[in-house]
């Protein structure tokens, strides 16, 4: 089973496109007026563009614990403004990710 564990590089991948999903759909939706509505037109290319770099900073700040059955990985993220900061703990199993945390602080 631990040979199924998914890895710290299958975490960071989902974790950035979790992330990246996550900002589209809830802070791309939110700018409007002034210089949220040039945010708005393009915030999806702004989010895509920076994807490399928020798999950076993941990969920087996610600690790893691995058991015999599963992985637990745990994400403190401290982004700029608007956006909220999160800290993540997500399960590795089988090959899968289970995200039982999303907290904003």
Known sequence: MVLT????????????DTLSSYLKQELCSQASGGLGSFLASHCKTL??????????????????????LFSVYETELLLPSPVPNYEFGTIGVFQQF?????DKF
């Open 47 to 68: 989010v895509d563009t920076g994807k490399p770099h928020m798999k950076r900073v993941i990969a920087n700040k996610t600690i790893r614990q691995n058991y015999l």
């Open 5 to 16: 564990n998914p890895g710290q590089i299958d975490y960071e991948s989902y974790a950035t």
């Open 98 to 102: 289970y995200t039982y945390q999303a």
